[in-house]
């Protein structure tokens, strides 16, 4: 098992679009219907943001979307804002009935 | 409103053992999978166990498999996590954490508790 691969960092300034990227394996990533985000704030726990690949949360902005390309899935959040600035996660189901999340991306806003 | 409540965390000696509760509210417990997650210090999230509506359905990460034991009491509305073996990489604070989507595990995990610290170190 290992977990998905994420840019360590991404940054942009307010109104700007980002693209965190997500990339697993044909064996997760590839082909779950099941890959979802989340966002965490400093010293609290994550919430989920996005889930079966593209639906949005309860809640959630409609600034936030998310796409899925084979192995790897993307989430975009368009005209940034300063309370946008988190860590985000990747998480997928893969075989076996197991989930992997993946290392996690720190969005800093400029 | 969903409530998750982990407690039972603290320091324990490498080889020791711990057990970790999440009692929970405002949902039907039995019908949802519930999942551990945790996080080490300044690291990223890592996926630790699933448990299925009924009890059924568990799976472990590899990093976890032969030491820990998650488990339910559904007439308690409790989850529980039994730890041994512990070592100092399992450091980390460590969430509970709610499927989305019903009584098999999906890893869509739409209610988190806050977490509760557990710190292996001699």
């Known amino acids: 098992q290992s977990a998905l691969t994420q840019p360590a960092s991404v940054s942009g300034s307010p109104g700007q679009s980002i693209t965190i990227s997500c990339s697993g394996t044909s064996k997760d990533v590839g082909t779950s219907e099941l890959v979802s985000w989340y966002q965490q704030f400093p010293g609290k726990a994550p919430t989920l943001i996005i889930f079966q690949g593209t639906k949005r949360a309860s809640g959630v902005s409609d600034r936030f979307s998310a796409s899925k390309s084979g192995n790897t899935a993307s989430l975009t959040i368009s005209g940034l804002r300063a309370e946008d600035e988190a860590d985000y996660y990747c998480c997928s189901f893969a075989l076996y009935k197991t989930f992997f999340f993946g290392g996690g991306t720190r969005l800093t806003v400029l | 409103e969903v409530e998750l409540l982990e407690s039972g965390g603290g320091l324990v000696q490498p080889g020791g053992s711990l057990r970790l509760s999440c009692a929970v509210s405002g949902f039907s417990f039995s019908l949802y999978a519930m999942n551990w997650v945790r996080q080490a210090p300044g690291k990223g999230l890592e996926w630790v166990a699933v448990?299925?509506?009924?009890?059924?359905?568990?799976n472990y990460a590899d990093s976890v498999e032969g030491r820990f034991s998650i488990s339910r009491d559904n007439s308690r509305n409790t989850l529980f996590l039994q730890m041994s073996s512990l070592r100092v990489e399992d450091t980390a604070i460590y969430y509970c954490a709610k499927d989305k989507w019903g009584a098999v595990g999906t890893g869509t995990l739409d209610s988190w508790g806050q977490g509760t610290p557990v710190t292996v170190s001699s």
């Open positions: 448990i299925g509506g009924d009890g059924d359905r568990i």
